[in-house]
């Protein structure tokens, strides 16, 4: 069910995710975290990033602004859902497009990003935290809407979510390519830490976070 929100003299929908908004969020996560590419590498690793965490994902809860996504959270408990599969597909097609016709240095970047964080995710899961079964796993805010409530809003939903599923907690994976700051100010704690770079200077971060229900 859609619900209305007055935010900054506009209207914002928040509703389930529908099929037809993949295109719009594979933009908008291209415009958020891949606007340094070329056009062809920002529009793969969109969809490469979408079709990703809409394959692992069980919740699914977007913002529209004037017909426009602006805003989603996914959340998932690491269950292979057998409805999610064609999200899986995409993902795999994008992925063996950029591997093979591409070929740039560019998708390697973003590959240790996420291979970063699935060691720290696979190593809080198997830990004995009772936070560690649900994970939020996707935030994304369009850059000209952050700082209006909308990342707020979207994170109450998938609280409000976690709480239907008697869920003890949840945590996330971030890095610092993301607003870290926005979970210390949830309430969120800092569960573990690794370097996305170890082998260079001041090297990005990706952390853990998780909170009690």
Same mark, same amino acid.
């Given at each position: 069910?859609?619900? *209305?929100?007055?935010?900054? %003299? ?7 995710? +529908?099929?037809?908004?993949?295109? @719009?969020?594979?933009?908008? &996560? ?5 606007? /340094?590419?070329?056009?062809?590498? $920002? !529009?793969? $690793? ?6 990703? =965490?809409?394959?692992?994902?069980? !919740?699914?809860? +977007? ?6 996504? +602006?805003?989603?959270? =996914? ?8 409805? *999610?599969?064609?999200?899986?597909? &995409? ?7 950029? /591997? ?7 998708? @390697?970047?973003?590959? @240790?990003?996420?291979?970063? %964080? ?5 190593? !809080? ?8 079964t649900w994970e939020v796993t996707l935030l994304c805010i369009?850059?000209?809407? @952050? ?7 979207? =994170? $109450? ?7 239907t599923q008697h869920a003890s907690g949840f945590f996330l ?5 993301? /607003? +870290?700051d926005f979970y210390d100010y949830k309430g969120l704690e800092?569960?573990?830490? #690794?370097?996305? !770079?170890?082998?260079? /200077? *001041?090297?990005?971060? #990706?952390? &853990?976070?998780?909170? %009690?229900?």
């Amino acid at each position: 069910m859609a619900s *209305n929100h007055k935010s900054q %003299e506009q209207q914002i929908i928040y509703r389930p995710f +529908v099929p037809t908004d993949f295109d @719009q969020i594979c933009s908008l &996560i291209a415009r958020v975290w891949y606007a /340094d590419g070329s056009h062809e590498e $920002s !529009f793969l $690793s969109g969809h490469i990033d979408a079709s990703y =965490f809409l394959s692992v994902s069980k !919740f699914l809860y +977007v913002a529209e602004k004037n017909g426009a996504v +602006v805003g989603l959270i =996914f959340a998932g408990d690491g269950t292979a859902y057998p409805e *999610n599969k064609p999200w899986r597909i &995409i993902e795999v097609s994008a992925q063996d497009v950029a /591997d093979t016709e591409i070929k740039s240095d560019y998708f @390697q970047l973003g590959a @240790q990003y996420i291979q970063t %964080e699935a060691e720290l995710i696979d190593a !809080f899961r198997n830990s004995d935290d009772p936070r560690s079964t649900w994970e939020v796993t996707l935030l994304c805010i369009d850059p000209h809407e @952050q700082g209006k409530g909308i990342g707020g809003r979207l =994170f $109450s939903l998938a609280i409000d979510y976690f709480r239907t599923q008697h869920a003890s907690g949840f945590f996330l994976a971030t890095d610092d390519s993301c /607003d +870290v700051d926005f979970y210390d100010y949830k309430g969120l704690e800092q569960i573990s830490s #690794a370097d996305v !770079f170890p082998d260079q /200077d *001041n090297s990005v971060s #990706a952390y &853990i976070y998780a909170m %009690e229900l």
